[in-house]
Every structure is written in C-alpha cells, then in structure tokens.
C-alpha cells in the first residue's frame, strides 16, 4: 500500500534547516543552494514584484534613394568575330621552295610569304618575250611590203604594151584596106592586142589583190602581236603567283604544306588564313523592342555619328571597349523576333576571334530615374520588392521592377520617392508591419555638425522613451 504524500516541513534554527529524510538521497549541494535561495526570496524584504519589459525595436541600417539622370542599356551577349579573313591558296602548281613566316606570326599586306618554284616560269616569260619579238618584226615587214607598187608598176607596164598594140592594130587597119597588109600580119596584130588587153586586166586585179593582201597581212601582224603581248602578260602573271603575299594585315595561322612539297593549283588546298583584328567586330542579337527604343533614341541624337555601342570580354562587369554600329539587319528573325547588329572596336589584340562578350546599347534617358543600392532589393515568387520604413517605424513591402545597374547601384520603378527610407542591409531580419528603430548613415562623427549628430540619435532615444512607458 502507497505511502500518502508527506508534505516537506522547513524548521528554522541558528544552525541551519532542517530536511527530512525523504530527501537525503538528492544531491546535498544543490538542495542547499535552492534552500538558500528560497530564504532569500522569503526574506528579502517587501520590494515591487518583477514585470516584464518589451526589448527596444531593433535598429535597422536605411537609406533615400537616390533620384538622378540616368541612361538605359540594352545588354546582350554575342561573340567576336573578324573584320577580314583571307585564306591563301595556290594559283599554279609547282613545288615550294621558301616559307617566309612562323605560325602565329602578325604580318604585313604585301609580305611574301611563300615562293614556289620561279624556274619553269622564268623560262616560260622568256620564251613568251622571244615570241613577241618575232611578231613585232613581222608586223613591220608587213608595214613596209612594196607588193602594191610592183603590182602598180606591172599594170603601167601593161597598159602601155595595151596602147601600143592598139595603135599599130588600127594603122594595120587601114594597111589592109589598101591590100597594103597581109590578113596574116593582120590577124597577128589583132591577137597582140587582145592579149595586151588581157594583161592589162589581169595587172588591175593583181594590184587590187596586192592593196588586199597589204591590209591583210598588217592585220594579221597586229593580231599576231597583241596575241604575243598577251602571253608575255600571262608568264609574268604565272611568274608573280610564284610568290604568295599577305593580302592584309593580322594574325596568320598555322601553315598546311611545309618546303618541298608540290603544291596544285586546283584551289582545294588552303596553305594558311590571315585574320584581321584591329578592328574587330562583334556580333549580337536583341529584340525587336529594343531596337525600336535604340533607333529613338539614336534619332535624337542627330549630331552623332553612328550608335555607340560598348563591349566587355570575360568575367568583367565593365565595358572597357567603345565603338559605333556600322550594321544592322535588314530583316526580323521571325522564329526569335530578335534582329542581328554589329559593331566595330579597335582592338589592341586582347580580343579574339571566337570569344564570347556582352555588349551593352544605350537605348534610351531617364531624367528622374530612382535607384537603390542592390543589397536592398529582395526577389521571391511574386516579383522584386524593397523594405521602407514608414513615418511610424514600421516595415512596409513595395513591389519595384529592376532595371539598369549602375555601379552598386539599381535603377527600379515602382511605389517609390526620394524622401523613403529604404532598408539598405539585412532584409531577412525583419518583416512587414514590424516596429523598428531606422538609422541613416551619416558624415563621421569628427565631422559631423551637432544638429545632425542629435537628429542621428534621436530614432534611440525614442526607443528607451518607448521602452520606458512600456516598463511602467
């Protein structure tokens, strides 16, 4: 059967208490400090009882926004390209004989850089040269023919032996009729002037063919000389593409063929490519809407030659890069709605081809825009947003929209003025509708003007007059 509870009988004595033996087993040492403690309590004297006293609201670190003008960016990535690539090929065949550079090498426009074989050619141009020698001389023999004045001769010759046969047929004309002259010696005459007569014709057409054959021939020289001209031209061409040249200036890659090699002129084989740097363009894509606000304001500004653009390379966060757009799309993407754009930098060689940037377009000017540092914005599912303390030191949530970076700085748009004081710093220890005590930063403290000083503190002193009233 249970043993009913016993109730714990405290005596008193100038040597102490007195404890039953229902609790010798605890710890001696820990009862006599409660038992201590308790006759301190009982006989401490008649004090006011203790109350509980709400801690100060906390202080909290804020800042104005700033209100300023400011320029809007279109930021976009893209990637660097070349303003001219040029890839070396062979326009004759023929084995290699010099390399004039190492791989990786800048070189100059008109820098030889490979030579072919020059022999064959050289031998080639000589002979092209004796072939044009020989047809300037037949050209000249042409020119100086006296075929037309023997022909001319042969027909004077001609008509007179013709006037001749002619007189003495008629003078034997009238001998006959006279029975003077025999039908025989007659007939004789008669033949002789028709052969004269036929000779004489036969000059005619000889000195026409003469005057034919001059022109012909002078003709033919010329074309035999302007056809000699042309290959002399060509064996000087053959000649000069022995020796391949930078076309530009830049940066030459890695050669393909090495000396000895032979090399065809079949225009498959690319024995090196040179890329020009400086300048160097950069390539990106931005919607439809930007360009429309970067071509507004692009209009406005008249006076300026061409759209600035901005570059960085890497990790950075600046643009240190500046340069114009010198083209743009002519047509939308209507799979992306974005359009293509390009710009040119000069570039000292610390931007390659193929490297990936960001590029950054001023679209358009914001007089008044509002900006808070970036350590001030929070983000969650329904947007972004900044804590302000209102004018009872209470928390407040206002949605604003992010935009342009300025520094450390955030341009937003929303619910928002200059005179608010928005929490700079530490936005995951407070919470809407919560009481705080805000505290500008303000000029260091040796500095400081005394109005300012107590205007700094008087958020304080208005918590301990809070905590005060709360004791009471």
């Known amino acids: 059967m249970s043993q009913p509870h016993r109730p714990v009988v405290l005596r008193s004595s100038l040597s102490g208490f007195y404890v039953p033996n229902l609790f010798r087993r605890t710890s001696t040492r820990l009862l006599m400090v409660g038992l201590v403690a308790g006759a301190a309590a009982t006989f401490g004297g008649c004090g006011q009882p203790n109350s509980y006293q709400a801690p100060p609201p906390p202080q909290v670190d804020v800042t104005n926004p700033i209100q300023r003008a400011v320029t809007s960016y279109v930021e976009q990535t893209g990637t660097a390209q070349a303003s001219e690539r040029v890839e070396l090929r062979a326009r004759i065949s023929g084995f290699l004989t ?3 550079f190492e ?5 100059k426009a008109g820098q030889v850089l490979f030579v072919i074989d020059e022999e064959p050619f050289q031998v080639r141009l000589q002979y092209a040269n004796a072939r044009l020698n020989e047809a300037a001389a037949n050209l000249k023999k042409a020119e100086q023919s006296k075929a037309r004045e023997i022909a001319q ?11 001749l046969a002619r007189i003495n047929h008629e003078r034997n004309i009238g001998l006959l009729n006279q029975n003077a002259l025999s039908r025989q010696e007659y007939d004789r005459t008669e033949a002789s002037l028709k052969t004269t007569e036929a000779q004489v014709i036969a000059s005619k057409a000889e000195l026409e063919q003469a005057a ?3 022109e012909t021939n002078i003709l033919s020289a010329q074309a035999a000389l302007e056809l000699a001209k042309s290959d002399v031209n060509t064996a000087k061409i053959d000649l000069g593409y022995c020796r391949i040249t930078a076309p530009i200036n830049g940066r030459i890659d890695r ?3 090495d000396i000895g090699n032979y090399i065809s002129s079949d225009q498959t084989l690319v024995l090196a490519s040179i890329v020009q740097v400086d300048p160097i363009y950069a390539y990106a894509a931005i919607s439809e809407s ?3 606000k970067i ?3 692009h209009h406005k500004d008249q006076g300026k030659s061409g759209i600035p653009i901005l570059m960085g390379i890497g990790d950075e966060r600046t643009f240190p890069y500046r340069g114009t757009i010198d083209y743009i799309s002519p047509s939308v993407q209507s799979g992306t709605g974005t359009v293509q754009l390009r710009g040119v930098f000069s570039n000292a060689g610390d ?10 377009i001023p679209s358009e000017e914001q007089p008044n825009a509002i900006l808070v540092p970036e350590r001030a914005l929070g983000y969650d599912q329904a947007g972004t947003y900044v804590y302000i303390v209102n004018k009872d030191d209470e928390i407040e949530r206002r949605i604003v929209v992010a935009k342009d970076s300025i520094d450390s700085m955030k341009v937003v748009e929303g619910n928002l003025s200059p005179e608010d004081r928005v929490i700079a710093d530490g936005l995951l220890k407070v919470r809407p509708k919560m009481k705080v005590s805000p505290v500008l930063p303000g000029p260091p403290a040796d500095t400081a003007p005394a109005a300012e000083a107590s205007d700094v503190d008087a958020p304080a002193g208005k918590a301990a007059e809070q905590s005060a009233n709360a004791s009471s």
């Open 98 to 100: 010099e390399r004039n």
């Open 153 to 163: 001769a042969q027909l004077s010759l001609r008509q007179s032996e013709y006037e």
């Open 351 to 360: 931007v390659m081809p193929g490297m990936f940037i960001r590029v950054r």
């Open 212 to 214: 034919i054959n001059y």
């Open 255 to 257: 050669r393909a063929v």
């Open 290 to 292: 930007d360009l429309v």
């Open 103 to 107: 791989d990786g090498d800048y070189v």
């Open 295 to 297: 071509q507004k304001q």
